[in-house]
């Protein structure tokens, strides 16, 4: 049977899996607009998610206010020990902000070609850096007895979570190219499939490589693993969905193959999730001092209430995503009240 600190656990995944899927690909395709042939492309890489990029970034101020409520403890320590690595993300998601928004305000071509390189650099860092972060929870950080985080900022820049990190990017490249494959025409299309289909390959690779290296690195997260029928559910759809992404890619179908790119994302969350629970920060100096679900939670009223809100909260969410997507679906036009 569930309980609050389970059903909490599950939430939060849900939140940070809906934003790697929707943020994913909106990093991926500022990421590729640093290689746009002229301006036309760079405008048609930034309005193909300018409608949509906000209500993308809500699922990760959710999921972090979630964590917050839910296990408090999990949030200071995390956002204590990343502190300069968060400030760094921040500041990278503030300039990919501000550059489509700043980048026509002025008729100059030196203007916009800063603008346009704070827009792909700010989102490149957050696609590596998510990876990073994400790296040196599977792993472990060093955290005592108390709780409290003891290790540094250069301590977070290991071989492993750096190859995560690489694994992240090419990951959310090719779900954005992907994206784009939806949203362009012509040869801008065409140049986005061969990408997805390079950059697929470049994730098979690194995923495989990145499994290995767990294995030696973070070994606790296969124990007992094997018996748990979530994990061959999940790995199975994983496999299928990768084995489907260059088909799809290959025949056009371009809306399936970003489906498969998304459930991919989705079953490498979720298989790490079910590796790690009941643990959410596991402890590299004594796994016995890890942060769980049980001893960094809050007290079960704050949960009860919290879950009512997020209930009632959760629908509309959702609901908003789905409208917005459903108004500004189709290609990409550009007019005078693009950016």
């Known amino acids: 049977m569930l309980d ?11 939140l940070f899996i809906g934003y790697a899927i929707l943020d994913g690909f909106d990093l991926g395709v500022g990421t590729l607009s640093l290689f746009a042939n002229d301006q036309e492309e760079k405008r048609l890489f930034i309005n193909a998610i300018g ?17 917050f409520a839910a296990f408090p403890i999990v949030y200071a320590t995390v956002f204590s020990g990343f ?6 993300l921040l500041t990278a998601l503030i300039f990919r902000a501000v550059s489509m928004e700043f980048r026509g305000k002025v008729d100059s071509e030196k203007w916009r070609k800063w603008w346009d390189l704070a827009f792909g650099i700010g989102s490149l860092l957050p696609a590596v850096l998510f990876g990073v972060a994400y790296g040196n929870i599977m792993r472990g950080i060093p955290i005592n007895a108390q709780g409290d985080f003891t290790g540094s900022f250069l301590g977070l820049l290991n071989p492993y979570a750096i190859g995560i990190g690489l694994l992240s990017l090419c990951l959310f490249i090719m779900h954005g190219a992907l994206y784009m494959t939806m949203k362009s025409d012509g040869e801008l299309r065409e140049r986005m499939q061969k990408i997805a289909s390079g950059s697929w390959m470049g994730v098979v690779a690194l995923y495989v490589l990145a499994t290995i290296f767990t294995i030696f690195s973070a070994s606790f997260l296969f124990e007992g693993v094997m018996g748990n029928f979530l994990t061959w559910i999940l790995f199975l759809l994983l496999l299928a969905s990768m084995v489907y992404i260059p088909v799809a890619n290959k025949a056009n179908q371009h809306f399936r193959a970003f489906l498969a790119s998304s459930l991919t994302i989705l079953c490498m969350i979720g298989l790490t999730a079910v590796s790690l629970f009941p643990r959410i920060v596991p402890s590299i100096t004594d796994l016995s001092y890890s942060l769980t679900v ?3 939670a809050s ?17 509309i969410v959702i609901g908003y995503t789905y409208v917005i997507y459903r108004v500004f679906k189709g290609k990409v036009v550009i007019n005078e009240d693009s950016y």
């Open 51 to 67: 409608p949509v990029w906000d209500g993308n970034e809500v699922w990760l101020l959710t999921g972090g206010g979630a964590l």
């Open 4 to 14: 609050l600190n389970t059903i909490w656990f599950i939430l939060i995944g849900v």
């Open 294 to 296: 049980y001893n960094a």
């Open 83 to 88: 502190y300069l690595a968060l400030m760094l």
């Open 299 to 315: 007290t079960p009223k704050t949960q009860t209430v919290m879950l009512i809100i997020a209930l009632i909260g959760m629908p």
